[in-house]
């Protein structure tokens, strides 16, 4: 593979380590950076996250890349978000207050449910791993970041809330929570985002870095 060149955001959120080395393995550059220029420089970006939504939403502005993510979006760069880096993709969380996202994607972040369809109580938040599954009747990945993942194959999650796009052509995969469909791949064009973490999700994860990388 030649070296695709990757940026990844850091705005002090995030497992970037961990992330870096997941595009490393298969030869790509990979800039771990807070300049906003430098992000641009790459053709392929992601935005890293963990924590809460308000927090990491000010981060990135007080650090001005919210203008430089919606700058990577006009020039149709690939931008992947990650797990609190899918969730600010769209355009407000309920998380402790209402809080504007980036509005890249339409749809609104709310809490997980806390109890199964027959009334069980569920631990939140969510840590673990759960299949994955295709979120319309057609189980086509094709030309999408899981385009080499099977239904079913499981990635590791962890979180307390959840996106939920308003277009439901914007949701690629969900599982299954308290048997409940939660959003575990949204996108839109060339905007993408993972709830789980495939930076710690095996050789699932490592498909679907590697997918990221040649789309």
């Keep these: 593979m030649s070296k695709t060149k990757v940026t990844v955001i850091d705005y002090g959120v995030g497992n970037l380590l961990s ?9 790509a550059s ?9 992000i ?5 970006v992601v935005l890293p996250g963990v924590g809460a939504f308000g927090k990491a939403m ?16 006009n020039r149709q760069i690939p931008l992947l978000g990650i797990c609190l880096g899918m969730q600010m993709l769209l355009d407000e969380s309920e998380e402790f207050g209402i809080t504007k996202g980036l509005g890249l994607i339409p749809g609104r972040v709310v809490s997980l449910p806390t109890v199964t ?21 057609s189980s086509d990945w094709n030309k999408t970041l899981l385009q080499n993942i099977s239904s079913g194959d499981a990635a590791y999650f ?5 996106a939920v796009p308003i277009n439901r052509s914007d949701r690629i995969a969900d599982y299954l929570y308290g048997g409940q469909k939660i959003s575990a791949v949204i ?21 679907i870095l590697k997918r990221f990388l040649l789309q």
Aim: hydrophobic share 35%.
């Design 19 to 27: 992330v870096q080395r997941g595009f490393e393995y298969f030869g």
């Design 30 to 38: 990979v800039i771990v950076t807070a300049d906003p220029k430098k």
């Design 40 to 44: 641009l420089e790459g053709s392929r």
């Design 58 to 73: 000010q981060a990135l502005e007080d650090r001005g890349f919210v203008e430089t993510i919606h700058e990577i979006v």
């Design 117 to 137: 369809l027959s009334g069980e109580t569920l631990k939140i938040p969510n840590i673990g791993w759960n299949s994955l599954l295709p979120s319309n009747q």
């Design 158 to 162: 962890v979180h307390s809330f959840m």
């Design 187 to 207: 996108g839109y064009n060339q905007i993408t985002g993972c709830q789980f973490h495939p930076e710690k999700s095996g050789k699932v994860g490592l498909k």
